[in-house]
Protein backbone atom coordinates (compact mmCIF):
# COMPACT_ATOMS: atom_id res chain seq x y z
CA UNK A 1 0.00 0.00 0.00
CA UNK A 2 3.39 2.31 0.33
CA UNK A 3 3.51 2.12 -3.21
CA UNK A 4 0.11 3.50 -3.82
CA UNK A 5 0.45 6.35 -1.58
CA UNK A 6 4.11 7.27 -3.04
CA UNK A 7 2.49 7.03 -6.68
CA UNK A 8 -0.57 9.33 -5.88
CA UNK A 9 1.85 11.74 -3.76
CA UNK A 10 4.11 11.73 -6.92
CA UNK A 11 1.47 12.48 -9.79
CA UNK A 12 0.23 15.05 -7.58
CA UNK A 13 3.40 16.58 -7.66
CA UNK A 14 3.73 16.29 -11.06
CA UNK A 15 0.15 17.39 -12.11
CA UNK A 16 0.84 20.74 -10.05
CA UNK A 17 3.67 21.87 -11.18
CA UNK A 18 2.36 22.48 -14.63
CA UNK A 19 1.89 26.37 -14.36
CA UNK A 20 -1.74 26.94 -14.12
CA UNK A 21 -3.10 23.48 -14.29
CA UNK A 22 -6.05 22.69 -11.68
CA UNK A 23 -6.07 18.99 -10.63
CA UNK A 24 -8.99 17.50 -7.97
CA UNK A 25 -7.82 14.73 -6.11
CA UNK A 26 -11.27 12.79 -4.57
CA UNK A 27 -8.84 11.38 -1.43
CA UNK A 28 -10.69 8.58 0.61
CA UNK A 29 -12.16 9.71 3.84
CA UNK A 30 -10.06 10.17 6.87
CA UNK A 31 -6.58 10.72 7.93
CA UNK A 32 -4.13 7.86 6.24
CA UNK A 33 -3.56 10.18 3.20
CA UNK A 34 -2.08 13.10 5.75
CA UNK A 35 -0.51 11.12 7.86
CA UNK A 36 1.82 10.27 4.95
CA UNK A 37 2.08 13.39 3.07
CA UNK A 38 0.03 12.44 0.24
CA UNK A 39 -1.12 16.12 -0.07
CA UNK A 40 1.81 18.24 0.48
CA UNK A 41 2.14 19.49 -2.85
CA UNK A 42 -1.28 21.16 -3.10
CA UNK A 43 -2.21 24.31 -2.17
CA UNK A 44 -5.92 23.58 -1.74
CA UNK A 45 -7.58 20.99 0.69
CA UNK A 46 -11.10 21.37 1.35
CA UNK A 47 -12.49 19.15 4.33
CA UNK A 48 -16.07 17.74 3.77
CA UNK A 49 -17.73 17.39 6.79
CA UNK A 50 -21.46 16.42 7.57
CA UNK A 51 -23.70 17.62 11.04
CA UNK A 52 -22.30 14.57 13.15
CA UNK A 53 -19.65 15.16 15.58
CA UNK A 54 -17.21 12.39 14.95
CA UNK A 55 -17.42 14.07 11.30
CA UNK A 56 -16.30 17.19 12.49
CA UNK A 57 -13.65 16.29 14.69
CA UNK A 58 -12.52 13.98 11.87
CA UNK A 59 -12.34 16.93 9.55
CA UNK A 60 -11.41 19.50 12.00
CA UNK A 61 -7.86 17.08 12.43
CA UNK A 62 -7.74 17.03 8.52
CA UNK A 63 -7.73 20.68 8.26
CA UNK A 64 -5.15 20.77 11.44
CA UNK A 65 -3.16 17.84 9.59
CA UNK A 66 -2.98 20.17 5.67
CA UNK A 67 -1.86 23.09 7.83
CA UNK A 68 0.87 21.28 9.60
CA UNK A 69 2.30 20.11 5.73
CA UNK A 70 2.17 23.76 4.83
CA UNK A 71 -0.86 23.75 2.52
CA UNK A 72 -1.73 27.23 1.99
CA UNK A 73 -5.63 27.13 1.45
CA UNK A 74 -7.65 24.86 3.67
CA UNK A 75 -11.14 25.35 3.86
CA UNK A 76 -14.20 23.09 5.13
CA UNK A 77 -16.98 21.91 3.43
CA UNK A 78 -20.28 21.10 4.86
CA UNK A 79 -22.38 18.63 3.32
CA UNK A 80 -25.87 17.19 3.65
CA UNK A 81 -26.87 20.10 5.49
CA UNK A 82 -30.98 19.11 6.20
CA UNK A 83 -31.55 22.18 7.92
CA UNK A 84 -30.73 25.38 9.95
CA UNK A 85 -29.88 23.73 12.77
CA UNK A 86 -27.90 21.47 11.17
CA UNK A 87 -25.64 24.54 9.51
CA UNK A 88 -25.72 26.63 12.91
CA UNK A 89 -24.21 23.78 14.68
CA UNK A 90 -21.97 23.03 11.90
CA UNK A 91 -21.25 27.15 11.71
CA UNK A 92 -20.50 27.25 15.50
CA UNK A 93 -18.08 24.28 15.59
CA UNK A 94 -16.23 25.63 12.87
CA UNK A 95 -16.05 29.12 14.48
CA UNK A 96 -15.04 27.36 17.68
CA UNK A 97 -11.94 25.88 16.18
CA UNK A 98 -10.97 28.62 13.62
CA UNK A 99 -11.87 26.79 10.71
CA UNK A 100 -13.24 28.57 7.86
CA UNK A 101 -16.98 27.59 6.45
CA UNK A 102 -16.49 28.00 3.10
CA UNK A 103 -19.31 26.39 1.62
CA UNK A 104 -22.32 24.54 2.47
CA UNK A 105 -24.05 21.53 0.54
CA UNK A 106 -27.76 20.67 0.97
CA UNK A 107 -29.10 17.47 1.42
CA UNK A 108 -30.90 16.34 -1.45
CA UNK A 109 -32.98 13.23 -2.52
CA UNK A 110 -31.73 14.07 -6.27
CA UNK A 111 -28.19 13.09 -5.42
CA UNK A 112 -29.70 9.70 -3.71
CA UNK A 113 -31.91 9.31 -6.87
CA UNK A 114 -29.31 9.56 -9.65
CA UNK A 115 -26.74 7.04 -7.47
CA UNK A 116 -29.78 4.76 -7.94
CA UNK A 117 -30.11 5.05 -11.53
CA UNK A 118 -26.22 5.15 -11.89
CA UNK A 119 -26.50 8.38 -13.60
CA UNK A 120 -24.64 11.20 -13.02
CA UNK A 121 -26.28 14.32 -10.31
CA UNK A 122 -25.59 16.85 -13.56
CA UNK A 123 -27.06 14.79 -15.95
CA UNK A 124 -30.11 13.11 -14.26
CA UNK A 125 -31.14 17.07 -11.88
CA UNK A 126 -29.38 19.55 -14.01
CA UNK A 127 -31.12 22.10 -11.56
CA UNK A 128 -31.23 20.57 -8.08
CA UNK A 129 -30.18 22.03 -4.76
CA UNK A 130 -26.72 19.90 -4.72
CA UNK A 131 -25.41 20.58 -8.31
CA UNK A 132 -26.19 25.06 -7.87
CA UNK A 133 -24.45 24.53 -4.19
CA UNK A 134 -21.66 22.77 -6.11
CA UNK A 135 -21.80 25.30 -9.29
CA UNK A 136 -21.21 28.29 -6.26
CA UNK A 137 -18.47 26.27 -4.40
CA UNK A 138 -16.44 25.53 -8.11
CA UNK A 139 -16.91 29.26 -9.12
CA UNK A 140 -15.70 30.29 -5.57
CA UNK A 141 -12.72 28.19 -5.76
CA UNK A 142 -11.52 29.26 -9.00
CA UNK A 143 -12.14 33.03 -7.65
CA UNK A 144 -9.93 32.26 -4.86
CA UNK A 145 -7.16 30.22 -6.87
CA UNK A 146 -6.96 33.19 -9.27
CA UNK A 147 -6.35 36.09 -6.40
Do not use: Q, W
Request: glycine residues 4%.
Amino acid sequence: MCRAHAAVRSLLRELLDAAGDVAVADMEAGLENFSRGTPRHTDTVISVVEPYYRSLETGARVVELARELGVPNVYVVANKVRDDGDREAIAEFCRARGLELFASIPHDTAVLDADRSRAALLDRAPESAAVAAFTELANRLLASSAA
